[in-house]
């Protein structure tokens, strides 16, 4: 449909958010590589708490202990949550950063062209159309975005679950 009204515009604008949903996942590469290995460090902690309290129970019981197994599986699972967090933020903020561009350009486009004395009437159905197939479009670049980000972000994980498969091959 795009091809059909203006050709160049089209190409240029799916380059322009092809480009745009490569750099946010350019800048947001390495922070997502560096939470990969901490988050698999915070969540064997958390386990390695949980099954040292359950291997103890007893003792855990008779010394009124449970407080500190509580305060310690605690402050794992609060920085594994934040390590969460943070790396959801890394996965959905580029979204809104493609929405701004692509409504951003539009109005742009829209004000360029009637400041240059173009006619409203003109352009508005074009503009129209390629801001709501942008929009429409959206979901799939985000959809690619998250599903990278994804994949950087258990990057560590798949790492540890191969190394441990070669090690039983042996």
């Known amino acids: 449909v795009l091809l059909a009204v203006d050709y160049v515009v089209a190409i240029t604008g799916c380059f322009l958010l092809a480009s745009i949903v490569l750099l946010l996942l350019f800048a947001t590469k390495r922070q997502l590589i560096t939470l990969g290995p901490l988050r ?59 929405e701004g561009i ?38 799939a670049f985000q959809q690619i975005n998250v599903s990278l980000s994804q994949l950087r972000f258990i990057e560590s994980s798949v790492d540890e679950i191969a190394k441990s498969i070669r090690g039983l091959e042996r």
């Open 40 to 98: 698999s460090e915070l969540n064997e902690k958390r386990y390695k708490a949980v099954a040292s309290s359950f291997s103890a129970f007893r003792e855990l019981k008779l010394r009124n202990l449970e407080r500190k197994f509580i305060s310690d599986y605690s402050e794992f699972a609060e920085e594994y949550s934040i390590v969460n967090a943070r790396a959801n933020i890394y996965k959905l903020v580029p979204r809104f950063v493609i």
């Open 102 to 139: 692509v409504f951003g350009l539009g109005t742009l486009t829209i004000l360029v062209y009637v400041v240059f004395g173009g006619d409203w009437d003109s352009i508005l159905p074009e503009v129209t159309v390629f801001v709501l197939v942008g929009y429409r479009l959206l979901p």
